[in-house]
């Protein structure tokens, strides 16, 4: 039953993106949208939906559960660098070059992470506030801007690939941990890669930095979703302070601020160096991001394998 949802699930998916992003123009906002709201949202959908399973909720660097929100920012992130790494070796045309504005909002997401993660800990109505910030982000970028309308091209395929998600989501309801990990990190590897094939490396590179940013937030913020439901329903919370069921440890959230970071000090840079200082930046940002997910991927795996 779970791996009949999975397949059914991952190739609705697949076909309702492909078919969607063939039919959507790269300008104006169905470009926009696809790369700020829609892409990020179908991976959300596979990663914060099995938040909410039963045990999913305990919080911790033992926690198989925790590292779902942090590895898929790290996957996406990744696209950055290779994207950028044939621009930088003279191989193909620069996908960001000086001209191009690196949006506030990610650096500002990474900023926030890493507030949260000096704190420690926070009460639940703490992570409904991440969870706030992403839903509301994704909102305003989905609002027209002077001259757009609302609509756009491919709606059926968008909506089977939407589809497609949640049954997928469905599939990782219970399931091994480790597992969900590897396979929404593969959605949002996927996703990208596939907006790339249809609208270029600039609009990867964005779509990558997008994606992390509301995954970061909206993940964490599902999290404190569920603690919430537990404390309306009753059930016992983990940790009182102040009357106030508190979760955490948080450290971990450092993980994808610091990839974010990485990755907008790079786009800003990028395009005003030349020679082996692009390369060394590309090439340095590449592994510290390989580096920062060696360090969350083993956790769930080998937590996994020894229960």
Do not use: K, N, Y
């Amino acid at each position: 039953m779970t791996i009949g949802l999975l397949l059914c699930g991952g190739v609705l998916l697949f076909v309702g993106v492909r078919c969607w992003l063939h039919v959507t123009p790269v300008p104006g906002r169905p470009g926009r949208l696809a790369r700020r709201v829609w892409a990020p949202l179908l991976v959300v959908i596979v990663v914060a939906v099995p938040l909410l399973a039963p045990g999913a909720q305990e919080m911790g660097s033992g926690s198989v559960h925790w590292s779902v929100s942090l590895a898929v920012p790290l996957v996406a992130l990744l696209a950055v660098p290779v994207l950028l790494l044939p621009a930088v070796l003279g191989r193909r045309s620069d996908p960001w070059d000086a001209e191009e504005r690196l949006v506030l909002v990610w650096p500002a997401v990474g900023v926030l992470l890493l507030l949260v993660a000096v704190a420690g800990r926070l009460p639940q109505s703490g992570m409904l506030v991440l969870f706030t910030l992403g839903a509301v982000l994704t909102w305003v970028e989905s609002i027209p801007r002077r001259g757009e309308q609302w609509g756009g091209p491919g709606t059926a395929w968008l909506t089977l690939a939407l589809v497609g998600s949640a049954v997928l989501a469905a599939g990782l309801w219970g399931f091994d941990p480790a597992w969900s990990t590897l396979i929404a990190a593969t959605v949002a590897g996927g996703v990208v890669v596939t907006l790339t094939r249809h609208h270029g490396p600039r609009a990867g590179v964005s779509t990558a930095m997008w994606m992390a940013a509301v995954v970061a937030l909206l993940a964490p913020g599902m999290l404190g979703f569920g603690a919430l439901t537990d404390m309306l329903q009753g059930r016992p919370m983990p940790v009182m302070v102040a009357g106030e069921p508190h979760v955490g440890p948080l450290m971990l959230l450092s993980v994808p601020a610091v990839g974010l970071l990485a990755c907008c000090g790079l786009l800003a840079g990028v395009g005003r160096w030349s020679g082996l200082g692009r390369v060394a930046a590309v090439l340095g940002v590449l592994l510290l991001l390989l580096g920062l997910l060696a360090a969350v991927v083993p956790v769930p795996i080998a937590v996994s394998l020894s229960v």
